[in-house]
């Protein structure tokens, strides 16, 4: 009964390949977020959206582009991807902009 | 920028004492604010939240607010070694940007038995 889930948990690519990450959540909540964790632990933000709606965009590359098909799911696809894209990435969801964030389990990438 | 400050730590107490982190963040505008805790190589997890000043209390957890001051910490009394994490300060942002949770940095806490 995990509440958000990713998958994969792990992800092994070379450099310039296309790759997807997916995300599902069972809470019932409408908002939805992709958060990439760097090597030096700091949680920043990538995207943020509201009824499959996108609200936040925090200068992302192009290369990155989350697509909600409806309110439970968030995925995230990234092109050609670069060795700097290596870190965990992890999806979560609240209800509304204003309430607390649950996380799912992570997905580690690691490009070479 | 908006931004949340936390010591990086670590911060090391022993087994039962009081451990103290800290937070200041600079969007005088903020509502909401929460404490996570990380485990190395885990999801961050929700320990507390906080919306209005004063204390709130939860079990060995206290979260303080300060608005005024701009400040939130977090107490956790008779630790645990099992306490041992990073704890994750996050604050949503004011206006049209309220669906941004920003982090801080993590204050490392260590609880040795």
């Known amino acids: 009964d995990t509440a958000v889930s990713q998958t994969p948990k792990y992800l092994v690519t070379q450099m310039g390949n296309d790759k997807s990450i997916k995300c599902e959540q069972n809470?019932?909540?409408?908002?939805m977020y992709w958060y990439k964790q760097d090597s030096k632990k700091f949680l920043k933000i990538m995207f943020s959206?509201?009824?499959?709606?996108?609200?936040i965009n925090e200068t992302v590359p192009n290369r990155f582009s989350p697509k909600s098909p409806d309110k439970a799911h968030l995925n995230l696809h990234i092109n050609s991807l670069e060795l700097g894209d290596s870190a965990v990435y992890f999806c979560a969801s609240s209800r509304g902009g204003l309430r607390e964030a649950f996380f799912g389990q992570g997905t580690r990438l690691t490009v070479v | 920028q908006k931004e949340v400050e936390q010591n990086s730590g670590p911060l090391s107490v022993p087994e039962g004492a009081i451990a103290s982190l800290n937070c200041t963040y600079s969007?005088?505008?903020?509502?909401?604010f929460f404490w996570y805790r990380q485990y190395s190589g885990k999801s961050p997890e929700l320990i507390m939240f906080?919306?209005?000043?004063g204390d709130k209390e939860d079990g060995r957890f206290t979260a303080q607010l300060n608005k005024a001051s701009q400040y939130v910490s977090l107490l956790i009394r008779d630790s645990q070694p099992s306490d041992s994490a990073t704890y994750l300060c996050?604050?949503?942002?004011?206006?049209?940007?309220?669906?941004?949770?920003?982090f801080g940095k993590g204050t490392l806490l260590t609880v040795n038995p």
């Open positions: 959206y509201n009824n499959k709606e996108l609200i």
């Open positions: 809470l019932g909540h409408d908002t």
């Open positions: 996050a604050v949503n942002e004011s206006g049209g940007s309220n669906y941004k949770l920003t």
């Open positions: 969007d005088r505008g903020s509502q909401s």
């Open positions: 906080i919306y209005s000043n």
